[in-house]
Nanobody
Framework: QVQLVESGGGLVQAGGSLRISCAAS????????MAWFRQTPGKERVFVGFISWSGGRTYYADSVKGRFTISRDNTNNLMYLQMNSLKPEDTALYYCAADPTGAGYSGEYRYWGRGTQVTVSS
C-alpha cells in the first residue's frame, strides 16, 4: 500500500522558519517527481513547488520563490519543505504529492498525503 505521510507542521510566528517532511512508503519514489501543495479552507489546493526525481531540478510558485526550498533524500524516501521568512498568508494545510500524470505544477498526481497544518501568527 502506497502511503505519503506529512509531518512537522505547527504554529510559528511571522518571519520564522519551519521544515516539514513527507515520508513515502509502499514503493520506491526515487524515480519520480514529488511536490508540495497547500490549501486553505474554502479554497482550492494550490501548487507550492516540485522537485525532480534526482533533486537536480526544482520549481516554485512565485508566492514562495526565494523563501521556500524543497529537497529530498531518496535513500530514505523522504522529501522536505524548508520554509523561511514565513508570512500569515502561508497558513494552510500542506500536502505532499508524488508521481505526476501531467505537468509538475498541475495538481495531477497519482499519490497524495493527508496534509500537515502550518499556522503563521502575525
Amino acid at each position: 500500500q502506497v502511503q505519503l505521510v506529512e509531518s512537522g507542521g505547527g504554529l510559528v510566528q511571522a518571519g520564522g522558519s519551519l521544515r516539514i517532511s513527507c515520508a513515502a512508503s509502499g514503493r520506491t519514489f526515487s524515480s519520480v517527481t514529488m511536490a508540495w501543495f497547500r490549501q486553505t479552507p474554502g479554497k482550492e489546493r494550490v501548487f507550492v513547488g516540485f522537485i525532480s526525481w534526482s533533486g537536480g531540478r526544482t520549481y516554485y510558485a512565485d508566492s514562495v520563490k526565494g523563501r521556500f526550498t524543497i529537497s529530498r533524500d531518496n535513500t530514505n524516501n523522504l522529501m522536505y519543505l524548508q520554509m523561511n521568512s514565513l508570512k500569515p498568508e502561508d497558513t494552510a494545510l500542506y500536502y505532499c504529492a508524488a508521481d505526476p500524470t501531467g505537468a509538475g505544477y498541475s495538481g495531477e498526481y497519482r499519490y497524495w498525503g493527508r496534509g500537515t497544518q502550518v499556522t503563521v501568527s502575525s
